[in-house]
């Protein structure tokens, strides 16, 4: 399941209606909710969602605050722009102490330019609206913290924007737990409910909102919440008690990880939050004292949790933003971690800011350890980047060699398609396929360009027997597939193998074809590195087959299998027929059958290529680069 689904299959169970308006990367948790409600699915109340979609996400927005208004629970689903769009009615339902939810897969902000992918630009421009803001770090913590926003806002008569990283966590697919609406039902405050819909707008006892106020009595008015964001956190730490009780979990304001002795020590938000903790563990193993501070309840702050958190041991301390503020002292975070620190008179402790994963940069191990380097300094940089290399302000920290801090044992799978061609729907039901029938676990992330369909996609799976908190682009892989033969020279994509990994690529080429067609480079090294070479003309199998020259993606998804062993292949051929017969049955006997044949030709005619001894001498000639075309998304992303 993706962030996406987990955030929606809570939001189902606790909402009355569904105010919507798609954008990028959100869209799926309203059609998710729209396809529940069109079911007959029941929430808690024992009713299906009422889902009205707007013209814009202004009209959204209105939407909202009319229905909670009205006395209805009331959740909406946004990104970027959209929740921009918003913003002005959620300083007013958040006055009206009106308690609803945004989901938020948090977005790029459109600046010098349009960027459609993830950074947290669009909820820190929230900040002041009066909404509490909770953090989730990947799907399994979006799917167990996200009651927390709605059962605190019921209670706590706040509103609530429930964010996690887009795409990076809104897309990905991880093998996880998900609550029973039973459970959902239990910890609900059912009086708190009761009080909310009595407190509708209702022509039978009017009563007066949204008055017009002058400058005697405005200011007073407005410190008057003061109490209810002070009582807030209570209420959180409340339910995320409750949550701890049910699923044995540690979840608090903020969460500590690492040594508890720690000198060094991140704190940070989102998804950045797993790849340091995969670094902790690399380096307290080598006797490091390095720690991270999680960030779950972003607004209201709560100097006093952060404080209980923060190791005594601690000596510098670098905290990173996922935004950029042109002209500030600091951005978001770092500007409140330094106010709690003075407050609280700890001058000692070295601060420092960092930014990161703006539009998505990939932020690997090698950017975290690098910052844990930088804390090593008598004088470490007070403003720094990580993920890029900044040659006009020369912010940006200095990044070392790969690091590979996945969990022994982790197979890392890496796929080059078309997009449109099925690569990513294949790799979808293969994540499924051994999510559910292994005890390993599972990740599935999707990396495209902007141009999507027609454009590159690049799909990353991990398997292993530890949970996988690597949150970022494989670079070094067990297994790459490319199901597009002219990649071959316009990417390096061999070169991101480990030795010994296993290369397959979809070609119509013979020993003769690939000593015309293969650069120099990809010959030499996969030669030089032990690389298991593999070929399959999978356009000639699907006509072959029926399927057409276009419909590759059952039949190498069948060689993927068989190549990787991660299920024995007599059963792996047998649930991907199960899968092809679930997707494509309603479409008659005669598409699953050519499916199925797909499916056995696949396994059956992998080619393994004996590699050359010539091959290691091969030189390289370089690679015919292309620019990526970028096509606009529509408007409203």
């Given at each position: 399941?993706?962030g996406?689904?987990?955030?929606a299959?809570v ?6 209606v ?11 948790m ?11 699915q029941?929430n ?8 009205s ?6 009209g ?11 006395g ?29 939810v945004?989901?938020v ?10 960027n ?10 929230c900040r002041?609206?009066?909404?509490a803001m ?5 799907p ?5 913290l ?16 429930n ?7 809104s897309?990905e ?26 407190h ?43 949550i ?17 002795d720690?000198?060094r020590v ?17 380096l ?22 952060l404080l ?7 000596k510098?301390i ?6 950029k503020e ?10 409140d ?26 932020t690997?191990?090698s ?13 470490p ?8 290399v900044?040659?006009?302000?020369g ?11 996945t ?9 080059w398609?078309?997009?449109?061609d ?5 790799n979808?039901?293969?994540?499924k396929i ?6 390993m676990y599972a ?18 799976l ?5 949970p ?15 199901h ?13 193998l ?5 290369f397959l690529?979809?070609c ?14 990809v010959?030499?090294f996969?030669?030089n ?11 000639k199998i ?5 399927m ?31 899968a092809?017969k ?10 699953v ?5 797909a499916?056995?030709?696949?396994a059956?005619?992998v080619?393994?290529?004996q ?6 001498n091969?030189?390289?000639?370089g ?9 606009s ?5």
């Amino acid at each position: 399941m993706d962030g996406n689904t987990a955030a929606a299959h809570v939001a189902y169970a606790y909402t009355d209606v569904a105010a919507i308006y798609p954008i990028t990367p959100s869209s799926p948790m309203a059609d998710s909710v729209d396809q529940w409600s069109a079911a007959g699915q029941e929430n808690i109340f024992g009713n299906q969602v009422v889902v009205s979609e707007m013209q814009s996400e202004a009209g959204a927005a209105g939407t909202v605050h009319g229905s909670l208004a009205a006395g209805a629970i009331t959740t909406t689903f946004t990104a970027s722009q959209g929740l921009l769009l918003m913003i002005p009615n959620m300083y007013k339902i958040a006055a009206e102490q009106l308690p609803c939810v945004f989901d938020v897969s948090a977005r790029t902000v459109a600046t010098q330019s349009l960027n459609i992918f993830g950074d947290h630009s669009d909820v820190y421009a929230c900040r002041q609206t009066g909404f509490a803001m909770l953090a989730e770090t990947n799907p399994q913590e979006v799917m167990d913290l996200s009651p927390v926003a709605h059962l605190a806002a019921i209670e706590g008569k706040v509103p609530f924007i429930n964010f996690f990283d887009g795409f990076r966590t809104s897309h990905e697919i991880q093998k996880i737990e998900k609550w029973d609406y039973a459970d959902l039902k239990e910890m609900c405050n059912m009086d708190a409910v009761k009080a909310f819909r009595e407190h509708a707008l209702n022509p039978e006892h009017p009563a007066m909102r949204g008055s017009h106020e002058n400058g005697d009595v405005f200011f007073q008015h407005r410190e008057a919440c003061n109490s209810v964001y002070e009582a807030l956190p209570a209420v959180v730490k409340k339910y995320m008690g409750k949550i701890n009780e049910k699923l044995g979990t540690n979840y608090d304001l903020f969460n500590y990880y690492g040594a508890e002795d720690a000198d060094r020590v991140i704190i940070a938000m989102g998804s950045i939050c797993d790849v340091a903790e995969e670094v902790i563990d690399y380096l307290t193993a080598k006797g490091e004292k390095v720690g991270l501070i999680k960030v779950r309840l972003y607004r209201p702050w709560v100097s006093s949790a952060l404080l209980d958190v923060i190791p005594k041991t601690a000596k510098k301390i670098a905290v990173l933003d996922r935004t950029k503020e042109p002209g500030a002292l600091g951005d978001p975070l770092y500007l409140d971690v330094a106010t709690t620190l003075r407050e609280a008179g700890l001058n000692d402790i070295v601060l420092t800011a960092g930014r990161y994963g703006l539009g998505s940069k990939d932020t690997p191990p090698s950017s975290v350890f690098a910052i844990y380097k930088e804390l090593e300094k008598d004088a470490p940089k007070s403003r720094f980047t990580i993920g890029i290399v900044d040659d006009v302000t020369g912010l940006s920290l200095e990044v070392g060699a790969p690091l590979v801090t996945t969990p022994e044992g982790t197979i890392n799978c890496k796929f080059w398609g078309l997009g449109a061609d099925g690569t990513v729907g294949a790799n979808k039901n293969s994540i499924k396929i051994i999510g559910d029938n292994t005890d390993m676990y599972a990740q599935a992330y999707f990396d495209y360009d902007s141009k999507k369909s027609g454009g590159v996609t690049m799909s990353h799976l991990r398997f292993g027997k530890s949970p996988i908190k690597s949150t970022y682009l494989i670079k070094q892989a067990n297994f790459v597939a490319c199901h597009n033969p002219s990649y071959v020279n316009k990417y390096n994509m061999v070169q991101e193998l480990v030795d010994g990994g296993t290369f397959l690529l979809n070609c119509a080429w013979d020993m003769e074809g690939l000593e015309k067609h293969l650069p120099g480079q990809v010959k030499a090294f996969i030669a030089n590195h032990n690389i298991k070479f593999y070929t399959i003309d999978g356009v000639k199998i699907g006509i072959e087959t029926g399927m057409g020259p276009t419909r590759i993606n059952t039949i190498l998804q069948s060689a993927f299998f068989k190549l990787t062993g991660i299920i024995p292949e007599e059963q792996a051929i047998d649930l991907m027929k199960a899968a092809a017969k679930a997707t494509y049955g309603r479409k008659g006997d005669d598409v699953v059958q050519k499916n199925w044949a797909a499916i056995d030709a696949g396994a059956k005619q992998v080619v393994e290529i004996q590699v050359p001894e010539s091959w290691k001498n091969a030189e390289g000639e370089g690679l015919h680069m292309t620019c990526l075309l970028y096509t606009s998304p529509s408007p409203r992303d």
